[in-house]
């Protein structure tokens, strides 16, 4: 995974989990300004006002996501790439980095946001990198289409990086401990950390069914179930995806959760052709396809090179 702002967008566990308990909460001197989201902005601030400095914590520095959000689209009313009586909610998708599951809304300290809008174009994302010290990366899109490789039968989809560094990273909390995920946020779907994630659990099931089954996470993504097949009982993963960007995420992912080499192998091969280049029978094939996708296809391909086809 490559990084365009040569700072340090991808560090190790230990360090990234350090502070994370912390990270979003705010100090005794922090202020709080919140914002109604379906209300014009300009109906609740004086638009003038707001700069880096205002309500930012002197003490620890941070401000509250709303009084960032509205910093963004003061930039995107002036720039006129949004109706001067924008709310905050016509805004676009905040998403933190790095993620957790949150009770309550986060005070954001320097490049721990990245938006995804349809409303901005390059030279106004350009200003918002510039002028908003929390904001890490503006992309362009419709969240409402997937990113990356839906199926075999379509072309890839992206996001546009307009401005900043996309890359985030994910922290889903598991049974096993904390999974660290990082990607770059324009070419790589919208995963966010749940309190718990379904996913998990239903694959932890099918886990303790056996002592230390051979899993093919057939359509990996960036790996959390290999990952967590791995932290579990697994003894060996073979992760599998279409898609090349995945694969990049993939490889920083095993690393930066201290993945054993040894204990895995990656392929890049469509599933539907996985089962001929594939030498060993295996225990268990995971197929996590994107929703509405048929997975018939992908059941009937796997049935032969293991014992059981898991749909997550
Ligand atoms: C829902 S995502 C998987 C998410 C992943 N399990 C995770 O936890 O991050 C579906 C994945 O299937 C991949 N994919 C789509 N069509 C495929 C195909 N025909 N063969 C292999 N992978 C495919 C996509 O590239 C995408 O990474
Ligand atoms: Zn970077
Ligand atoms: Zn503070």
Redesign the pocket.
Known sequence: MKCNCNESCIEKKEELLSDIDNLYKPCLKCHTKKFKKAIPLKRQIKLSKLDANLYKCDNCRKRHIDIVMAHVLKILIENKQISESASLRQLGTPLITPAIYLESLPYLSEKSLVIITTSCDKETAGTIIEKVPEIKAILRGNIENTV?????NVETNTYELLSGCDIRCDIQNTDKGPII?YKNQSK??I?YPKKESQ?IIQLKGVLEKYENPTVI??????????IYALLSNAKKVLF????GE?LDALKTNLTVNNMNPESYEIRN????N?ADVLENHYDIA?I???PD?DTSG?IKSLENVCDEVVI?
């Open positions: 990356g490789i839906l199926n075999e995920i790589i779907h995963e996913k996470d057939a359509m990996c993504g960036p790996g959390t179930l290999g599998n995806d279409i898609y995945s091969e469509n599933i539907l996985l995971l996590d396809a994107f996708v992908y997550i």
